[in-house]
Each structure stands twice: as C-alpha cells, then as structure tokens.
Nanobody
Framework: QVQLVESGGGLVQPGGSLKLSCATSGFSFSLYAMSWYRQAPGKERELVATVSYISSVTNYADSVKGRFSISRDNAKNTVYLQMNSLKPEDTAVYYC?????????WGQGTQVTVSS
C-alpha cells in the first residue's frame, strides 16, 4: 500500500529553478527518512538528497550541495526538492524513495530537463 507520486518536473533553462513534490500514502510518513534519487540516460541511479524524520537533518550529494534543498511537510505527507541554479547535467528522471521494513519503495519518477 506504500505509494509515492512525484510531480513538478519539466523543461527549464540553465540557471532556472524547479520544485519537485512527492505525495505519499500507506505508511507513517513522519517516522521515516525520505530521499530523492535521480537517473540520467546511461548512468546509474544516484542519491541526491535525504531528509530525516527530524526535518532539520539533511544530506546532499556534492554535485547539488548549495543548489538543492530537500524539505518535508508531515501534515501533508509530502516531501519536496527545491532545485535552483539548474545545470544541464541535472537532467534526469527524479525519483522519490523511502526505505521501510527492509524494502525500498520508489515513485514513478518525474523528468527534469535542463536545456536552452
């Protein structure tokens, strides 16, 4: 019953911004760390950012540090990824994920394309 649904992707010019959302259901959202991953064509899926059940505790990949910000709204069971100063190399499918009871769950992904 765990469901993760990403939205907010699209086409943006270099230097632009996007905010991704991940609406969740089927588990006690506030008790789990949430993560964003991304996968570009021909590359392995990589961890972008994580926010703990304590929303002030976050971690970022070096490639996005200072540009991206992960946050959560426990009242809405939703995790966000604010992406600023986007670069062409940020182009990828972005996935929301949670690790729960020995299983990792994934959303369907949302495409982010950074191009002029």
């Amino acid at each position: 019953q765990v469901q993760l649904v990403e939205s907010g992707g699209g086409l943006v010019q270099p230097g632009g911004s996007l905010k991704l959302s991940c609406a969740t259901s089927g588990f006690s959202f506030s008790l789990y760390a949430m993560s964003w991953y991304r996968q570009a064509p021909g590359k392995e899926r990589e961890l972008v950012a994580t926010v703990s059940y304590i929303s002030s505790v976050t971690n970022y990949a070096d490639s996005v540090k200072g540009r991206f910000s992960i946050s959560r709204d426990n009242a809405k069971n939703t995790v966000y990824l604010q992406m600023n100063s986007l670069k062409p190399e940020d182009t990828a499918v972005y996935y929301c994920s949670v690790f729960r009871q020995s299983l990792r769950y994934w959303g369907q992904g949302t495409q982010v394309t950074v191009s002029s």
